[in-house]
């Protein structure tokens, strides 16, 4: 009876020793779970508050990027400003005129050339086709209607051996040789003064160094001193003359080079074709030979 009893006892103590255990592990099991799902709702709001600052940085990048690069390219144009006015009025303004007017020659140079080009192995084929049916006046009148140094050659050509009195292969062969020359110096119309702006425009500068540096020499001698802040102004208006005549230069001299390209181009064109044109001619039966 007192094993029974002892045994109750035992149980119980056990009982009631490992209930409050239990209680505190429970206990113990929500506080974790509460702070777990505290510390993911505080991740998942720093989460939520990074993504917004991320969204607000993108944001204001892709604002300030068009401001920085309006705010870089205002910055050149006021450099440039800042560097024309620095360089004196006098010699920057000729050197801008130089450059205005050598690419206005050289605009009106492109455009004259680009409007001078045809297909000219179509052309002569469509004449030589006209020719050889008999159709001179209808040649003649293609070459009128096109344009170009090889249509005014070809139409030239034409009008003697259409003609009763110059239709001999040497009066043909020496009228397309005068047209060509008259042709050819059309084409290098302007040159010679795009040439004179290109020279002109270092030699501008040059003067300006020249000047720049009598200017320091002149500040030098008022200072009685030879002290970096009173030879900078001289020596900054020479250095920006030279660089702004270099650099015109340079740019005419782009263009110069691409128009002497074009003009070979045509005058290649003008000899084929007047070799086509001879060749034309000869066998025309209304070629005196």
Not at 93 to 116: H, K, N
Not at 165 to 189: C, F, H, K, P, W
Not at 209 to 235: C, H, L, N, R, Y
Request: with cysteine.
């Amino acid at each position: 009876m007192k094993k029974f009893f002892a045994i109750v006892a035992m149980v119980a103590v056990s009982v009631l020793g490992t209930t409050p255990v239990l209680a505190q592990e429970a206990t113990d099991s929500a506080a974790t779970e509460q702070v777990a799902e505290n510390d993911s709702a505080a991740v998942d709001s720093a989460a939520v508050d990074t993504a917004a600052v991320d969204t607000a940085a993108v944001a204001a990048a892709e604002t300030e990027a068009p401001a920085e690069a309006e705010e870089v390219s205002e910055s050149f144009h006021k450099q440039l400003k800042t560097k024309y006015i620095e360089g004196g009025a006098d010699f920057m303004s000729l050197v801008a005129i130089a450059l205005v007017l050598g690419l206005a020659l050289c605009i009106e140079r492109v455009v004259y050339l680009a409007l001078a080009q045809i297909n000219t192995r179509k052309f002569v084929g469509d004449l030589k086709a006209l020719v050889a049916a008999g159709k001179v006046e209808a040649a003649i009148q293609k070459c009128e209607a096109s344009r170009g140094p090889v249509a005014q050659v070809s139409k030239k050509a034409l009008a003697c051996l259409n003609s009763d009195d110059q239709n001999d292969i040497q009066t043909i062969e020496r009228t397309i040789n005068m047209e060509a020359e008259v042709q050819g110096s059309y084409l290098e119309e302007n040159l010679s003064w795009i040439t004179l702006f290109i020279a002109m425009a270092p030699s501008l500068g040059f003067l300006g160094t020249v000047i720049g540096m009598v200017q320091a020499f002149d500040d030098i001698q008022k200072a009685g001193d030879i002290s970096p802040t009173v030879v900078a102004g001289g020596m900054k208006v020479a250095l920006i003359t030279t660089i702004f005549g270099i650099v015109v230069a340079l740019i005419l001299q782009l263009f110069y080079n691409y128009i002497l390209s074009r003009v070979e181009n045509l005058t290649a064109n003008m000899e084929e074709a007047a070799q086509e044109l001879l060749v034309m001619c000869v066998q025309s039966p209304k070629c005196k030979k």
